[in-house]
């Protein structure tokens, strides 16, 4: 049985934690190192059973402690070649990955890791590259998709594939065009490799989830340009035009910014 953890969902960093009760990996690693030592202790982790780290992209909230993890326990680190090159340039990652603990992947190729069978897929967004991610166990899928500008027909066949899934659900649109960011900001977040609408993100999941999708989990949300219940409500509200009711079709929750998650267990 799979067992998933949110250490962490928005840009205040992003960390989550999927385990098979004998190997365990990290998607990302944006949350402070200390912190995030203190989450994995509260949930009776030790950072000895972490094998694996894969990096979605090299944007500062998702890899600020990925070398000083990666260098601190002697873990290896999954990614394109174009992220691993970004966490090297990234001022914010003080401590880089050291270079015999950084594997490349390539997109769409499925390999090995550890006990997972793990497929990296492209996810527009303007980091210097960035992908979602099949992982499979035991004949169960998860996938996860964030910092999404927009769904690509690519990621569509990996929803239709999913029977858990993380799907990023950044803004609420009235609230980013009503907002105080500035105008090149909200172009940007709400442009094609910026971020995921709550109803587009509702769209998504409507049009491509089969009756094999047990579970969704909302991540990524802005600060600023959402709120969870308004995130929640929205997507229900999209899925519910189309006939599908969350909670009932399928489990559905919203990860919180900067509260560890419970453990959710994937069977």
Same mark, same amino acid.
């Given at each position: ?174 609230? %980013? ?61 999209? %899925? ?28």
């Amino acid at each position: 049985m799979l067992k998933f953890i949110s250490f962490g969902s928005g840009s205040s960093g992003n960390c989550y934690y999927l385990s098979t009760g004998t190997d365990g990996l990290l998607l990302d690693a944006g949350v402070p190192i200390r912190r995030l030592k203190k989450y994995l202790h509260d949930c009776n982790i030790t950072l000895d059973s972490i094998n694996n780290i894969l990096v979605t992209h090299d944007h500062a909230d998702h890899i600020k402690s990925v070398g000083a993890i990666s260098s601190e326990r002697n873990i290896l680190v999954h990614a394109t070649k174009e992220v691993l090159l970004g966490i090297g340039r990234n001022y914010s990652v003080h401590k880089k990955v050291p270079a015999h603990l950084a594997h490349v992947l390539s997109k769409n190729e499925q390999v090995r890791i550890g006990e997972f069978l793990v497929t990296p897929f492209s996810v527009p967004h303007d980091s210097s590259d960035n992908v979602g991610y099949r992982i499979e166990h035991e004949g169960v899928v998860f996938c996860l998709m964030t910092d999404v500008g927009h769904v690509t027909e690519e990621m569509q066949g990996f929803i239709n594939e999913a029977n858990y899934l993380v799907l990023e659900a950044n803004y609420d649109e009235e609230m %980013l065009r009503n907002g105080n960011y500035p105008q090149y900001l909200k172009e940007r977040i709400h442009g094609p490799n910026g971020h995921l609408s709550n109803r587009d993100c509702g769209e998504a999941l409507a049009n491509n989830a089969t009756e094999a999708l047990r579970h969704v989990w909302l991540c990524h949300l802005s600060e600023e340009n959402n709120h969870p219940v308004l995130a929640q409500k929205t997507v229900e509200q999209v %899925l519910r035009s189309y006939g599908i009711i969350a909670g009932k079709d399928f489990a559905f929750d919203v990860l919180k910014r900067k509260v560890v998650s419970p453990v959710f267990e994937l069977k």
